[in-house]
């Protein structure tokens, strides 16, 4: 991703925020649900809603109580406008990003973004006045100070402390920024990627492995660095995220001995103790959170580029949910598409609706508050919530 292509940060308003868990017995409904949608015509049609009507209402035809359906989000664009990079701050119509790739919320519904692309780090206010918090547009280092006197280069990953001050993924340092734009280095030689509600920092280890910094400095290995799969490939974490359990959540991807670029991805899920407990293959994964009823969901955007000679890829460019056996549905955007030379483009785009009519242009960082799920959405310049 090129520091200059578009990002937006969009916002995502989701129905059914209660929804926890979605179990097996919601199978045959969905599985209904998805034949109507793709396959059904005229009469098929009709006869076919009435079934997953009548089958919702009794349980899904196995016998049990009625299941929630998959969750579904509206996408709405909040900030940036879509195909246009820039530094301009100003409301929300006047301001401009450039490739966002990390963004944090405050329960007050303040957002805040790494705007990549111009090395600096953005406020989003409840006012929705756009501000540039620390750095200098387009003036790149690693130079602690206030506001514009700050420097970063190209700062990623983005999160929010117990004590309200940000910490960001900087060029492999972590930087703390805090409400006032005083920036200092946290961390000379890892990458942050998550912080606990202890203050407890998450960073690459010297082995690739999950390190664990407290506030004190004492640090321990978390999660050991991925393994070897049978293609021999090795993977390597690129964002972390952690519940009110102690549950540690990695976005994995893997990459071929050559060093060619990333082919495909999971995410995993480890118990308190680094035992993992679940997995899901996930196409290119980018961004986690996990929100106060633990529901995990993941960012996607990239493609699987191993089909040959066709050079077709298969691409996501979506917001994804886990429901309580670690099973996927999509949220908002495309997951799984087909995309063909020399545009690559199916499945991408800047379409703010429901579910699967959004479009997203490779989404990165998600973040969580009571108001909703933000998307630093790279691709398109933007930014976005999913509200209760």
């Known amino acids: 991703m090129r520091a200059g292509e578009d990002a937006v940060i969009r916002e995502l308003h989701m129905k059914n925020p209660g929804i926890q868990t979605v179990s097996h017995r919601a199978e045959p409904i969905r599985a209904r649900v998805h034949w109507v949608r793709y396959h059904a015509q ?28 998959p969750l579904t989000g509206m996408v709405t664009t909040i900030a940036g406008t879509p195909g246009q990079a820039g530094s301009s701050d100003g ?20 957002v805040y973004v790494a705007d990549t692309g111009n090395h600096t780090i953005r406020r989003i206010g409840a006012d929705g006045v756009v501000s540039t918090l620390a750095g200098t547009a387009g003036a790149s280092g690693a130079v602690d100070g206030t506001g514009a006197a700050a420097r970063f280069t190209s700062p990623a990953h983005l999160v929010l402390g117990p004590d309200g001050s940000l910490y960001a993924s900087d060029a492999g340092i972590v ?27 998450y960073s690459y280890g010297p082995d690739a492995s999950v390190m664990r910094t407290t506030p004190a400095g ?27 359990q102690g549950n540690f959540y990695t976005a994995e991807r893997v990459v071929s001995p050559t060093g060619s670029l990333p082919k495909f991805g999971l995410v995993r899920k480890f118990n308190a103790q680094g035992v993992q407990a679940a997995t899901a293959s996930v196409v290119f994964p ?24 066709s050079g ?22 495309v997951d799984q598409a087909l995309r063909s030379p020399p545009g690559y483009t199916e499945g991408t785009g800047s379409a703010d609706g429901p579910g699967a009519t959004a479009r997203f242009k490779f989404p990165a960082a998600l973040a969580v508050s009571a108001a909703g799920i933000y998307v630093a959405d790279t691709g398109n310049h933007t930014v976005r919530r999913i509200q209760p």
């Open 91 to 110: 409301s929300i119509a006047q301001a401009r990003f450039n490739a966002p790739q990390g963004v944090a919320v405050t329960d007050a519904g303040v």
């Open 286 to 309: 980018t961004g986690l959170v996990v929100d106060n009823a633990g529901r995990p969901y993941a960012a996607c955007g990239g493609a699987v580029s191993n089909q040959f000679p």
């Open 42 to 69: 005229g009469a098929r049609l009709l006869c076919m809603v009435a079934l997953t009507a009548v089958l919702a209402a009794c349980g899904g035809g196995d016998g049990g109580g009625g299941q929630p359906p």
């Open 218 to 244: 004492a640090t321990s290995t978390v999660v050991a660095k991925p393994p070897v799969d049978s293609q021999m490939q090795q993977g390597f974490y690129f964002a972390f995220a952690i519940d009110g």
């Open 312 to 333: 077709t890829t298969t691409g996501c460019s979506a917001v994804l949910a886990f429901d309580g056996t670690f099973a996927a549905s999509t949220l908002a955007g």
């Open 175 to 201: 930087r703390k920024i805090t409400q006032a734009g005083v920036v200092t280095t946290v961390q000379q030689v890892n990458s942050l990627l998550a912080i606990d509600a202890n203050g407890n920092l």
